[in-house]
């Protein structure tokens, strides 16, 4: 039997990046998108309590079917595992995203939230990333390094607890794919505050990349930028062991 | 100068637990509390970028201020270390959260994506959550424990990228706290199909917590049933260093 694929993103179910690693993903096994059905970008791992979640098929065909979903990525990917795949799948894939999810972006990424969900459930999971927004991008000389990782990924596994964020400059040639470490940069100016017409501040998150001086050669961000496609291995266990010394002094023994 | 706390959460502005953190941070500092409108459990680190944001005064005394905003709860942080605050905050809190943000939850967690948020910002920042969703929770003998915490992370600060994650037991009388690691347990049986009166199907994200058998005796969730407080020391950086050596094979060196 075919190996199964699940795909889900955080900008939609019917954007060129999704489409595109569907596309590829059919090479490699039979593939069942669950996709939000409009922009979800920012979604992190958030799930929906609230309100019931429904999903509808809009695209079905040999070794593909495509579900537009009304609730998060991470949502879509509980959903389609729990609902809509007809085994479990051997592999869960984020994207290709519209834009950079290096360094702390990891945190915000509805893309690699799907992904941590994928690895939380046990499957090997990856995501991929394309730093540009452009809806007019050229895949093709990702190709390769996408066939590579599934390739990989498919034949060997993940360590557990382990899942791979991707991400790939915006470029027609790569000098190669590098393991790296989460950058340290963050965003700075995040908030542009403007005046309502009737009175009163709104305010649109925005921001700039404040890329870190501190960042080592190996970090995802330094790396992208010297043209090298970066996988970031990205663990799910997020305890600071190596903090438990220093903070013993906060331990209480009540007895009894 | 007083120290300046920063309090959100993601069950909303108005809940007793925020409340109550409130009322105990004033004994140690000035206090701003900038936290959702409604509930926003689930929200993770999820961000908005889909809609403007805005928020309102809703209680103003001496050494504290009551913030009510329309976004989630890590837009709440960022929207208050930009705009809304005299100065920059030297502790930012989250919770008291109604449920328990032990083990995988601290993923899902909008309490602790505040507390996330804080620490990449590079402020020491603490999550505290009390394990049941009750209206009627006698916080009280959690007290000492919030008092030794605060007074600790005031005067020592916190490990660069490590917040903590705070749980108590739903209990009136406490073993001690202890530093855990992040227990393995996972949600089972997630999702509650329905049938829709006019056809179809939707879903409500449900779960039961599946304690995980391999967890060690450190695991929070463990030791949140033996009857202690947990103090999960949480780290911002999720890179996978020990999957690196593993992984070498997914390197390409394309030259050029």
Redesign the interface.
């Known amino acids: 039997m075919k190996p199964l694929i699940l795909i889900s993103n955080d900008d939609g179910y019917d954007m060129p990046g999704i489409n595109y690693l569907a596309s590829v993903a059919r090479q490699w096994g039979d593939v069942i998108v669950v996709a939000p059905d409009g ?1 979800r ?10 309100r ?3 999903a509808r098929i809009v695209r079905q065909e040999t070794g593909l079917t495509v579900y537009a979903c009304n609730g ?1 990525p ?2 879509c990917v ?2 389609a595992i ?2 809509f795949c007809p085994r479990r799948p051997d592999l869960v894939l984020g994207g290709i995203n519209h834009g950079d999810n290096s360094a ?1 972006n ?3 990424s ?1 893309t690699m ?1 799907v992904v ?1 969900e994928g690895c ?2 046990g499957i090997p999971s990856v995501g991929f990333s394309y730093c540009s927004h452009s809806m007019d991008i050229d895949f093709q000389p990702m190709r390769p ?1 996408i066939d ?2 599934l390739e ?1 990924v498919l034949a ?1 596994g ?2 557990q ?2 899942c ?1 964020n991707v991400n790939a400059p915006d470029a027609n ?7 790296c ?2 950058g ?1 940069g ?1 965003w700075k ?3 542009a ?2 005046d309502h017409p009737r009175g ?6 925005v921001g700039e990349f404040d890329a870190e001086t501190r960042d080592t050669p190996s970090s995802d961000f330094r790396c992208l930028k010297e043209g090298y ?1 970066t ?14 010394n ?11």
């Open positions: 922009p970008s920012g979604a992190s791992l958030s799930v929906t309590f609230q019931p979640l429904s998060t991470t949502d509980k959903l729990s609902q702390v990891v945190h915000y509805g939230g941590i939380l459930k390094y590579k990782v990989y060997h993940l360590p607890g382990v791979l040639h790569y000098r190669g794919m590098k393991l470490s989460m340290s963050l100016n995040e908030l505050c403007m009163g501040k709104y305010y649109w998150l496609i996988i970031t291995p990205t663990k799910t266990d997020v305890t600071a062991w190596e903090a438990m220093e903070l013993a002094g906060l331990q209480i023994e009540a007895g009894g």
